[in-house]
C-alpha cells in the first residue's frame, strides 16, 4: 500500500499555521507591553517563552517611551537575571534576551533629566548602582561568558589572567573561548547603554560639572575582583584583531565577522572609560590607574601594531588595486580617541612609542584622516581630534625628530611634496587646513601653527613645496585687513616668525630651500615690520574690532621680528649684486645660500620653545563631544535622535 500526500497542500497548511502563530504571538506580546505600560507584570514571564525577535519588535523605544515608571521594569528585568546567577548555572536564551531589554529601557529612560536623576537618588543603595554591579557580575559568569571550566577558579579578591577573553597582553597563551563572544557583546552594549547619559546633557552642563556621568563614574571607582580582568580582556580582543588575516582578497565577504563587530564595541568602551575629567580631577579611576603600571616592555609593540594596523586600515582599504578587495574598517575615529587616551595615561609607553618607527604610520594616517576630511563638514569633529593628537605629540622633541626619517610609502593625497620626510606631510597637511580647509576650521588654525612651530628648531629640512606653502599663509596672515578683523589675528604671524627663526637659526645648513623663500618675501615681511597704527586703523570700518594704539604696540611688540630681519639685510645686500634678473636668477642665489655661512650674522640663539598640550576642561569637552558622536552614530538603532542635547544630529537621508 502506498500512503499518498499533496506536498503542496500540506506546505500550505503549515505556512498558514505558522502565520496564524505569529500573528497569535504578536498580538499576545502587544497586549503585554500595553499591560506593562500600565504596570501590570502578570504576563511579563510569557515574553522569554516567546520568539526572541518578535519579543523586541514589540520593545520598541517608541513603545518604551510610553513607560510612566521604568523603575518596574527595570527590576523585574534585574530579578529575571538574579534567578539565573543564584541557580549557578547559565539560561544563555534567558539572559541575552534580559540584557537586550535592559539596555532598550535604560537607554529610553535616560532621555529626561529628571528620570536619570532617579537612578541615583539613595545613593549605593539606587537602581543605578545595582545594575552596574549586576553587569560587573554577568562579566565572567560561567557558561555565559566564560567557560563553566572556570568555576572553580572564581573568588572574592581577583581573577587570574585566565579569565581574560582573549589571551596577550598580561596572560599566557591558553584555550581560546571566543563561542561566548555574542553573549559578552550583549553585556558591553549594555554598559555602554548605561553610560549613554552623556549625550542627554547639554554642552553647559558639562562645562558646569564636568564629563563624567554618575554611571561611569560609579562603575570606574568600582574596585572588583573582575576589574583587571575585564580591563585585560578588553586590550586583549581589540589587539588581536585583524581584519587582513591572511591577505587574501574579499576574505571579508565569506562569512559575517562578529570579531569586528565585538572589537567595535571594545574600543568605544575603553574610550568611555578611561576619560579624564579635567574638572572633577580627585575622582577614582580604577581603569586609568591599572593601565599606568599595567604594561611589560614585550607588551608595547602589539599595542602599538593595533593602533598602526586600524588607522592604516582606511588608507589601505581605499586604494587597493582590486575596489573592495581589503576590508575597511569604521572604527578609525574612536580608535584615535583611545590612542590619545592610552598616551596621556600611560607614560611609559608614550616614551618608547615616541622612540619606534611605527608612530610614523601611525603620523601618516592621521595626515591622511585631516586631508580627506578637511571639506567635509560632517568629518570636521574628527580633523580636530587628528590635529590636537599630532599637538599633543608635537610637544616632545623626539617626536619632531623623528620625523626627519624620509618617507617612501603613498599617502594616496593631493599633496605635492615628493622625495620628502615625514615633517614635509605633515607641515604641507597642515598648511592646506589653513589655504584650502572648510572656514568652519579656522577655530584649528592657530593649533596647527603651534604643530610647525613645535617642529621647527630640530626638522633638518624642509621641501621647497612646503616652504611655498608657508611663505603663502604668511602673505596671508601678514595684510592688515586680516590682522584686524580680528583683536587676536596678530598671533598667526607671532607663531610665524617663531618658525622662521627656529629654522635659521637651528636648522639653516639643510634649509636652503626655506632661506631662498625667506629673500623672495622680504618685502611682505619688512611691509609688515614697518607698518604703521594707521595702516590698520584705515580697514577698521569692515569689521566689528576696532584697533586701538595701545592693541597695535602690544602685537607689534609680540611678534619676534629681529632674526629674520638680521638675515634679509645681511643677505640682500651680497645677492643684489650677483643678481641679473634672468631666468638663472634663482639657481644663482640657490648657490650663494649654499656655499654662504651665516656664521655671526644673527644674533645669539633664542631658547627654544616648545607649546606642550596640557589638559584642559575646554579640549576634555571637545574631545568629549566628539567621541560621543562617533558612538552615537555607530548605535544609532539605540538612541532616538531627536532627544539628543550634548550634539546635534543632522540624517543626510
Known amino acids: 500500500m502506498k500512503l499518498q500526500t499533496n506536498t ?48 523586541l519588535a514589540v520593545w520598541s523605544l517608541d513603545q518604551l517611551a510610553l513607560l510612566d515608571d521604568f523603575q518596574p521594569v527595570i527590576l523585574k528585568i534585574l530579578e529575571k537575571i538574579e534567578q539565573v546567577l543564584e541557580q549557578g ?28 536623576d532617579q537612578y541615583w537618588a539613595d545613593g549605593e543603595n539606587s537602581l543605578g548602582p545595582l545594575i552596574l554591579n549586576t553587569l560587573d557580575k554577568l562579566l565572567f559568569f560561567p557558561g555565559f561568558s566564560t567557560p563553566c571550566s572556570h568555576k572553580d577558579l572564581l573568588n572574592d579578591t581577583e581573577l587570574g589572567s585566565v579569565f581574560s577573553w582573549s589571551s596577550g597582553i ?84 565569506w562569512a559575517p565577522d562578529t570579531n569586528e563587530r565585538f572589537m567595535n564595541d571594545v574600543i568605544r568602551l575603553l574610550c568611555i572609560l578611561l576619560e579624564i575629567d579635567t574638572i572633577n580631577e580627585n575622582i577614582e579611576n580604577v581603569y586609568i590607574n591599572l593601565l599606568k603600571s599595567f604594561f611589560e616592555e614585550h607588551d608595547f609593540s602589539p599595542m602599538a601594531n593595533f593602533f598602526q594596523r586600524v588607522l592604516g586600515n582606511h588608507r589601505i582599504a581605499n586604494h587597493t588595486w582590486i575596489p573592495g578587495s581589503t576590508k575597511k574598517l569604521y572604527i578609525h575615529q574612536e580608535a584615535v580617541v583611545l590612542l590619545w587616551r592610552v598616551l596621556e595615561t600611560s607614560e611609559i609607553f608614550f616614551d618608547w612609542f615616541l622612540n619606534q618607527d611605527v608612530l610614523l604610520d601611525v603620523v601618516i594616517s592621521l595626515c591622511y584622516f585631516i586631508n580627506q576630511g578637511k571639506n567635509d563638514i560632517s568629518h570636521h569633529g574628527f580633523v580636530g581630534a587628528c590635529i590636537y593628537l599630532l599637538f599633543y605629540l608635537s610637544g616632545s622633541r623626539q617626536f619632531s625628530v623623528q620625523l626627519n626619517k624620509p618617507f617612501t610609502g603613498k599617502l594616496y593625497t593631493n599633496i605635492k611634496s615628493k622625495n620628502c620626510n615625514h615633517a614635509d606631510i605633515v607641515i604641507e597637511v597642515l598648511v592646506n587646513v589653513i589655504k584650502q580647509g572648510d572656514d568652519n576650521l579656522k577655530p584649528l588654525w592657530e593649533t596647527a601653527l603651534i604643530i610647525i612651530d613645535n617642529l621647527s628648531p630640530f626638522v633638518s629640512s624642509i621641501n621647497k613645496e612646503v616652504c611655498r606653502g608657508i611663505m ?59 607698518s604703521t597704527y594707521e595702516d590698520y586703523v584705515n580697514y577698521a570700518t569692515e569689521g566689528n574690532f576696532v584697533p586701538t594704539e595701545e592693541w597695535y604696540i602690544t602685537w607689534k611688540e609680540s611678534i619676534p621680528f629681529e632674526t629674520s630681519l638680521c638675515y634679509i639685510s645681511s643677505m640682500a645686500k651680497e645677492i643684489k649684486k650677483i643678481v641679473c634678473t634672468s631666468a638663472e636668477d634663482e639657481q644663482i642665489i640657490m648657490d650663494y645660500l649654499h656655499k654662504t655661512t651665516i656664521v655671526g650674522l644673527l644674533p645669539p640663539p633664542h631658547p627654544v620653545t616648545v607649546h606642550r598640550y596640557t589638559p584642559n576642561p575646554g579640549m576634555s569637552e571637545r574631545l568629549h563631544v566628539f567621541m560621543w558622536g562617533a558612538i552615537f552614530v555607530s548605535k544609532i538603532s539605540l538612541y532616538r535622535s531627536e532627544k539628543l542635547k550634548l550634539f546635534k544630529f543632522f540624517d543626510a537621508k
Not at 503549515?14 to 504576563?43: C, H, P, Y
Not at 598580561?170 to 552623556?198: H, Y
Not at 563614574?217 to 580582556?233: G, H, M, V
Request: with cysteine; aromatic share 12%; proline share 3%.
Open 89 to 116: 548555572e547559565s539560561n544563555n536564551k534567558n539572559l541575552y534576551l534580559s540584557l537586550t531589554l535592559l539596555k532598550r529601557v535604560i537607554s529610553v529612560s535616560l532621555e529626561e533629566h529628571e528620570t536619570a
Open 472 to 530: 603663502s599663509i604668511f602673505h596671508n596672515f601678514s595684510k592688515p585687513k586680516f590682522i584686524v578683523s580680528n583683536e587676536r589675528n596678530y598671533i598667526y604671524c607671532t607663531y610665524l616668525f617663531e618658525i622662521f627663526n627656529n629654522i635659521l637659526q637651528y636648522q639653516y645648513t639643510a634649509n636652503y630651500d626655506f632661506a631662498y623663500s625667506l629673500m623672495v618675501n622680504q618685502e611682505k615681511i619688512l611691509k609688515l615690520h614697518n
Open 170 to 253: 598580561g596572560t599566557e597563551d591558553f584555550e581560546d573561548s571566543r563561542r561566548f563572544d555574542q553573549n559578552r557583546i550583549a553585556v558591553v552594549d549594555c554598559l555602554i547603554a548605561c553610560f549613554s547619559q552623556s549625550i542627554y546633557v547639554t554642552p553647559q552642563h558639562i562645562r558646569q560639572n564636568g564629563i563624567v556621568n554618575p554611571w561611569v563614574a560609579y562603575f570606574t571607582s568600582l574596585q572588583t575582583p573582575n576589574t583587571k580582568a575585564f580591563l585585560l580582556s578588553l586590550l586583549n580582543i581589540a589587539i588581536r584583531y585583524d581584519p587582513i588575516g591572511w591577505g587574501i582578497p574579499y576574505n571579508h565577504g
Open 8 to 55: 503542496g497542500q500540506m506546505v500550505g497548511i503549515i505556512t498558514r499555521v505558522n502565520k496564524m502563530g505569529n500573528v497569535e504571538g504578536k498580538q499576545a506580546l502587544s497586549q503585554a507591553m500595553k499591560d506593562i505600560q500600565q504596570n501590570n507584570f502578570t504576563e511579563f514571564d510569557k515574553l522569554y517563552s516567546a520568539n526572541p525577535d518578535h519579543v
